[in-house]
Structures are given as C-alpha cells and as structure tokens.
C-alpha cells in the first residue's frame, strides 16, 4: 500500500500564490507517475499536472501552463505543486494521486492512478 497525505492549502487573494505538498509512504515500486487533480463545486474530478518520478517528466493541463509547477524531492518523498498568478476559478479541492506504471500519456486520466490522498481545499478570493 502507498499513503499519500497533502497539505498546504488555504485561502488566498487572486494573484497569490501557494505550494501543495504531498509526502507519500508505504511500499516503493519502480515506476510510478505522481499526479494532481482538483475538483471545483459543482464540477468533474480535472486533471492539473503529473510528473514521472524516475526522470522528471511533467505534463500540465492547458488552463494552468505557465502558472503552475509540478516538481519532487525524491530524497522526501514528496512531490509539489507549486501555484501561481492564483485565480477565483483555481478554487476546488486538490487531490495528489500515484499510479504504478510507467510514463506515458495516460498520466492526465484520473483512472490510471491506484492511489489518492484525501485532498486539501484551495480557496481563491477575488
């Protein structure tokens, strides 16, 4: 079993900026792809960024290029997501999730991922 526990969330003004962070444990395998989803009110599970734990590819959603930074620290064993330039629409809870294989282009579907963590809430005032 892999554990995955985020924090970091919390309430910002549009503009700001904040770092989600996901520290998992449990048993390690060999290759895995790290992912962040959130999910607005109202809204569908969205993916937001996924990076290859073994070489450091990342993939973003469209909405959030250039704002937002997925990255790990491998000796941690946790994995960031760093967000900027925050907007209202930014608002939602933010899930880390893991998946046991390896890195392809599947790794923006919720539905390869084997393990989630609880989430943490981002709100975003405007």
């Known amino acids: 079993q892999v554990q995955l526990v985020e924090s970091g969330g919390g309430l910002v003004q549009a503009g700001g900026s904040l770092r989600l962070s996901c520290a998992a444990s449990?048993?390690?395998?060999?290759?895995?792809?790290m992912g962040w989803f959130r999910r607005a009110p109202g809204k569908e599970l969205e993916f937001v960024a996924a990076m290859d734990w073994s070489s450091g590819g990342v993939n973003y959603a469209d909405s959030n290029k250039g704002r937002f930074t997925i990255s790990r620290d491998s000796a941690k064993n946790t994995v960031y997501l760093q967000m900027n330039s925050l907007k209202p629409e930014d608002t939602a809870v933010y899930y880390c999730a893991a998946a046991e294989r390896r890195w392809d282009s599947s790794a923006s579907r919720s539905g390869v991922y084997d393990y989630w963590g609880q989430g943490t809430q981002v709100t975003v005032s405007s």
């Open positions: 449990g048993r390690t395998f060999r290759w895995y792809i």
